[in-house]
């Protein structure tokens, strides 16, 4: 008796399954496959107890279920997805030599979507539609993920403002470009600013310091999300240096939809909710978080990483690296507060580093791997 369900995500393994000699298939867990493509070998089976998201059926597959849940598609401008998003998908029908086409891009025609059915929709039809849609990705995110050894899984919160030639972006996409080197797979809210110069840095793995340096200087053009130019530029790069197969992940939100995902992301797990995105990217960020320079969003996923580590939610505490001794001490002075925290025993269990050295962020991440 199978007591889990199986999931077949594309067509391949569909064939696969259809071409067996079992005639009765129960708790299977069909995502966006299509079942008219091989209606013969589909009609050939009975179903049972199974589940059917957003599949295209042949006429007569119903009947020959028992016990099935059948979930089509709720909308037509977003789906269930049985993948991450690539940053193709996410961007297609985008023109980097029309940046107005963004707004009939797969991206902007969700986002006005979501805008147009309201941040905080009450159809119910439209929050079931989101639900499954972040359901499906929050699956698919764990699929991926469970490639990965989770220490080695790291997190770099940050500003969304921050300039493509403040040298403070800069440093994020060098340690970025070391960490991924280095066998790390670098997770971000996916956006701009501190996001975009991490993702930036995982894509650049592998190229040179020159390589690095053009990169920078197309991008240079146009410094901040808000400029026409920003997502144009990006592209370029992309097709300057194309992917030397190192990966990132990038967890954007629709909620923040006027913030472009960063293409520079090879994987994006793109949601509605942002309160399961936020959470998401601290809970998968294992192997320790990196802060950068930020305002109101940082410091939440400070204390909230704080938290986690306090009460070992996981089983360990994971490093928690300030980039930025003057702004952390004296810009924004969290780190006296928290090291407060921990002297006075109101904070226990959290592994500390205040740096503007880049060796120094590493060697933390790094032994922490070791010591496992």
């Not at 059915?117 to 929050?127: H, R, S």
């Not at 403002?161 to 403070?168: E, F, G, I, N, Q």
Request: one cysteine or more; a negative charge; aromatic letters at 12%.
């Amino acid at each position: 008796m199978r007591d889990r369900y199986t999931q077949i995500k594309n067509n391949t393994e569909l064939v696969q399954l259809l071409q067996q000699e079992e005639q009765e298939l129960r708790r299977f867990a069909f995502q966006n496959v299509n079942f008219t493509d091989v209606s013969e070998l589909a009609l050939k089976h009975f179903y049972r107890e199974c589940l059917f998201l957003s599949c295209r059926l042949p006429m007569g597959l119903k009947r020959q279920s028992r016990d099935c849940l059948f979930l089509p598609n709720m909308g037509e401008t977003f789906g269930f997805p049985n993948h991450l998003y690539s940053p193709e998908e996410l961007y297609e029908g985008y023109n980097p030599d029309q940046p107005d086409s963004y707004e009939t891009c797969y991206d902007g025609r969700v986002y006005r979507h979501f805008l147009k059915k309201g941040k905080n929709a009450t159809d119910i039809k439209e929050t079931l539609a989101r639900t499954l849609h972040d359901h499906s990705v929050s699956d698919c995110l764990q699929d991926y993920l469970s490639r990965f050894n989770e220490h080695r899984l790291v997190g770099v919160m940050g500003g969304h403002s921050l300039s493509r030639l403040d040298a403070a972006y800069i440093q994020v996409v060098r340690l970025s470009k070391r960490l991924t080197e280095s066998g790390f797979l670098m997770i971000t809210g996916g956006g701009p600013g501190a996001m975009e110069a991490t993702h930036l840095g995982a894509w650049m793995a592998g190229r040179t310091e020159e390589e690095l340096q053009e990169a920078l200087s197309i991008l240079s053009v146009a410094p901040l999300y808000t400029d026409a130019l920003w997502l144009p530029t990006a592209w370029r790069v992309r097709e300057r240096f194309p992917c030397h197969g190192y990966e990132s992940l990038g967890i954007p939100t629709w909620l923040y939809g006027h913030e472009p995902s960063t293409p520079f992301a090879t994987h994006i797990a793109k949601y509605f909710d942002n309160s399961i995105r936020e959470d998401s990217i601290l809970t998968i960020s294992k192997g320790g978080v990196i802060y950068t320079p930020g305002s109101a969003g940082t410091l939440q996923e400070i204390f909230q990483e704080a938290v986690q580590n306090h009460y070992l939610t996981f089983g360990y505490a994971s490093p928690m690296i300030f980039m930025g001794k003057k702004f952390w001490t004296e810009e924004v002075p969290v780190w006296p507060l928290i090291m407060h925290l921990v002297d006075t025993g109101r904070y226990k269990n959290l592994i500390l580093c205040l740096t503007d050295v880049l060796d120094e962020a590493e060697r933390v991440l790094q032994g922490k791997q070791e010591g496992i």
